[in-house]
């Protein structure tokens, strides 16, 4: 499997809910881990990370400006999260430098580790913020997340494949 870098067109992001499908709806609202989630449809999830870096404020988009604190820099992890060697969802992680303090410094050695599988094995995480949008034809949505009561923002967006678009038994129509 190769990592690919998906560009990224910009997010248009909504006011409300209400134009979203509801098996889309069902997928974006999911307060659980996405890579659990993802589980539950194929026999392997991987992430393959292709950008790991500190940036500056000034290299944020508008939704993270607006979202997190003033930092004088952040931990900046983008991903592509596979089910079954399809690519499935990219991930954005933005986390200020005060959060990686303590166990939370773990997030600068993810490699090819989901984000889903630390932050959810921590009893100390809780979102406060979410959001949806659209990027071209894929839906996403924007979570802030407090480990231990620190931010960090993580922005996701379902690529055509994902199982999100898909109607499964689950979730067919009645």
């Given at each position: 499997?190769?990592?690919?870098?998906?560009?990224?067109?910009?997010?248009?992001?909504?006011?409300?809910?209400?134009?979203?499908?509801?098996?889309?709806?069902?997928?974006?609202?999911?307060?659980?881990?996405?890579?659990?989630?993802?589980?539950?449809?194929?026999?392997?999830?991987?992430?393959?990370?292709?950008?790991?870096?500190?940036?500056?404020?000034?290299?944020?988009?508008?939704e993270e400006q607006m979202n997190l604190p003033d930092s004088a820099r952040y931990w900046l992890r983008e991903v592509v999260l596979y089910g079954d060697g399809?690519?499935?969802?990219?991930?954005?992680?933005?986390?200020?430098?005060?959060?990686?303090?303590?166990?939370?410094?773990?997030?600068?050695?993810?490699?090819?580790?989901?984000?889903?599988?630390?932050?959810?094995?921590?009893?100390?995480?809780?979102?406060?913020?979410?959001?949806?949008g659209r990027s071209e034809h894929n839906w996403a949505r924007c979570s802030r997340l407090r480990l231990a009561g620190k931010p960090l923002l993580l922005t996701?967006?379902?690529?055509?494949?994902?199982?999100?678009?898909?109607?499964?038994?689950?979730?067919?129509?009645?």
């Amino acid at each position: 499997m190769e990592t690919k870098i998906i560009p990224t067109p910009p997010i248009l992001w909504l006011d409300n809910a209400d134009t979203i499908p509801a098996i889309v709806l069902d997928w974006l609202v999911e307060l659980g881990s996405m890579t659990r989630r993802f589980e539950q449809h194929c026999t392997e999830v991987t992430a393959a990370p292709y950008c790991e870096r500190y940036i500056s404020r000034d290299a944020l988009t508008e939704e993270e400006q607006m979202n997190l604190p003033d930092s004088a820099r952040y931990w900046l992890r983008e991903v592509v999260l596979y089910g079954d060697g399809i690519a499935w969802l990219t991930g954005r992680t933005v986390v200020p430098e005060e959060t990686l303090t303590g166990e939370e410094r773990q997030l600068l050695q993810m490699g090819n580790v989901p984000l889903g599988r630390y932050l959810f094995t921590s009893g100390c995480l809780t979102r406060d913020h979410i959001r949806f949008g659209r990027s071209e034809h894929n839906w996403a949505r924007c979570s802030r997340l407090r480990l231990a009561g620190k931010p960090l923002l993580l922005t996701e967006i379902f690529l055509p494949e994902s199982p999100a678009y898909a109607v499964s038994e689950h979730h067919g129509e009645d």
